[in-house]
T-cell receptor, first 118, second 114 residues
């Protein structure tokens, strides 16, 4: 069965601190995709990143970076020099690749609520 | 400009009174999804359409129905809302090329059941 675990329910940091959000996944598929989404208080889920299972290269986008390690089934997300605007709930998600033409389901973790205080 | 638009943003209904939530998209995406997100929980897929093909998740209650009259619009009908159906309902779209891609979410419709 596919499963995504975000063990950190809530994290609180002070502005400019670095923070890492953990994500551990389980899947029997050899081909899959991993995602991070941000959900600000307004409610919509904002796409941050997608990685496929064959690409373990770490990625950096501005203050955001992602560390994908298949050996430990982890896909962790780090925010460097956090800002108040980073306060949100962050979801890690897993999807299988479905070549039948229909989309695979996104399995979400329970989310980590990040509070960045000034 | 918003690409996935949900209406209404907030809906209050009475126990057992049917409600319809709508979703429209300007992306011309093949796939449209409805997720249910209860307070402090992860979004849970209810069903999705690939073009006109309807795909229901096994554990989605019969109380939830959906319609997709054309590419741009998709509706979620809750026939007899119960207190447990109070949640945020999220619509999402994707291009459905056969490989999982980015999902574009609307801002959600928050349903309150009195």
């Amino acid at each position: 069965a596919q499963k995504v675990t975000q063990a950190q329910t809530e994290i609180s940091v002070v502005e400019k601190e670095d923070v890492t959000l953990d994500c551990v996944y389980e899947t029997r598929d050899t081909t899959y995709y991993l995602f991070w989404y941000k959900q600000p208080p307004s409610g919509e889920l904002v796409f941050l990143i997608r990685r496929n299972s064959f690409d373990e290269q770490n990625e950096i986008s501005g203050r955001y970076s992602w560390n994908f390690q298949k050996s430990t089934s982890s896909f962790n997300f780090t925010i460097t020099a956090s800002q108040v605007v980073d306060s949100a709930v962050y979801f890690c998600a897993l999807s299988e690749v479905n070549y039948g033409g229909s989309q695979g389901n996104l399995i979400f973790g329970k989310g980590t609520k990040l509070s960045v205080k000034p | 400009d918003a690409m996935v638009i949900q209406n209404p943003r907030y809906q209050v209904t009475q126990f057992g009174k049917p409600v319809t939530l709508s979703c429209s998209q300007t992306l011309n995406h093949n796939v449209m999804y409805w997720y249910q997100q209860k307070s402090s929980q992860a979004p849970k897929l209810l069903f999705h359409y690939y073009d006109k093909d309807f795909n229901n998740e096994a554990d989605t209650p019969d109380n939830f129905q959906s319609r997709r009259p054309n590419t741009s619009f998709c509706f979620l009908d809750i026939r007899s809302p119960g207190l447990g159906d109070a949640a945020m309902y999220l619509c999402a779209t994707s291009s459905g090329t056969g490989v999982t891609g980015e999902l574009f979410f609307g801002e959600g419709s928050r349903l309150t059941v009195l």
